[in-house]
């Protein structure tokens, strides 16, 4: 029998009230305005447009006030709103080494032509709360160098290409098709473009858990960081009504070129191969997390043995979208009075069905004593 | 120029391709000021209007390697059509309206022998410079931040 049980709608009106209460906090302070949060905190607006997989720095900025800073509910908030607009289509593919960079590194390179170029980065701070900074101290305006203008700065992977040291990754024939998770659900195994797409809106805490586990021992990939850079990319896209392509503006990206060592195989000589990780915003502990479990996810195609958890596509690709997780983990709250009253007759049954087992028994052993 | 992996187009082409980056790269609030500064008001028809949707854009694995789908981003569009049957196509990244239906009509006016300098000389060329600071500024402080390694040199 099912029972449709209708009733709350008062008591959720009212809690939504009380939610948007709450979350306005007291009204003597400020509200926040969404250009002070994607300009003051865009570290979450960048984790928000990753994981909410959409690139628009004011709507995550809405996404992180509404959900009163929950980034994974701000995330969710960025899914729901794309599925009311329209697809108008596939850009062409961002070039990375034309960007704008803000910050480029290298652990394996000391002298890589470009130089090693910081950025704003919270490396080498000595991670002590800043007192100035509750006080609204004034902020000294950066320093400024001159500079050589370069259009194209080489990515590190391309100066071991030169040995073949390295491997390549080559582009494919322009028409061969790009797998898409928002459009066919995912299937395994998995293609590495599939893979790829999964991770860049993977969640940033699952992914670090995952990669750390790499480095710690399971599934060893021995990886470096070969290059990190974040800066800004033209995006461009092709208008059929025109018949070329046209520029949408720039893009802030985050990308890790990890370099790992490799034995080599039947087919291929020793060389270091490759994991890769980019988002969109500037997400760096995200891309250097996502080049890690990249790299040990290709342990099936580099035929090496499959023993740990950041290896198996399976588990790491069903599991890394928190929004895909939070609705199911936090689907338990809501009522579930039909089923549990089925499981509580149940357990009655058995109960009772057990109990008189025991009994029976009881009786037997009576019996045996009293002859 | 911008710094673009477009496939080679005729120069007519790069050149609209090269005001449309411009135009997509500025803010709606400059847009709107050189629009007002143009103070050309020309009589138009809506071909498509104004629309606000997705772009899914694509990365390399690797950089170099096979195209992925990274992440969705919002995209504004817009075609219009002069009297004289011009078409003029606006679009850039976020979702602002009045910014991809000035730019649209921009892109046609562009188009006009009539028009073509003054677009150059009080848009294109306000805009380009003062992207073209901005660039420069970002370069000149990331150069700042550059790593001048030095080698210790221990005892004789």
Redesign the interface.
Known sequence: MYVAVKGGEKAIRNAHKLMARDRRGDTKVPSVSLKQLSEQLYLSVSRVMAEGSLYDAELAALGIKQSRGDLIEAAFLMRAYRTTLPRFGYSQPIDTARMLIRRRISATYKDLPGGQLLGPTFDYTQRLLDFKLAADAEVPSPETQTFEKTEVVPRVTDLLNDEGLIEVDEAPAPDTPVGDLTREPLTFPAARDLRLQNLARGDEGFLLALGYSTQRGFGRTHPFAGEIRLGEVELDFFMEELGFEVPLGTMTVSECQMINQFKGSATAPPQFTRGYGLVPGQGERKVMAMALVDRSLRAHELGEEIDSPTQDQEFVLSHSDNVQATGFVEHLKLPHYVDFQSELELIRKVRKEWQEKQDAAGQELLGEAAQ | M??????Q?SPE?AAR?NA??IL??ASAQQISDVWKTLGIEPSYSVIRPA?????????????????????????T?C?VALEDGTTG?G?????DKTKVLQTALIDALWQLPAHRDSIESKVLAPLAKSQELA?Q???????????D?FTMVRGE
């Not at chain 2, 911008?2 to 496939?7: E, Q």
């Not at chain 2, 629309?51 to 690797?62: A, F, H, K, T, Y």
């Not at chain 2, 500024?137 to 790593?147: C, L």
């Open positions: 911008r710094a673009s992996s477009l496939k187009h082409i391709q449309m980056g997509a790269k629309e606000i949707g997705l772009v899914m854009v694509r990365g390399r694995s690797g950089g170099t390697g096979a195209p992925f789908n990274l992440c969705e981003a919002t995209v569009r075609v196509f679009q850039a990244l976020g979702r660039e500024e970002t370069r000149a402080e990331v150069a700042a931040t550059k790593v390694f």
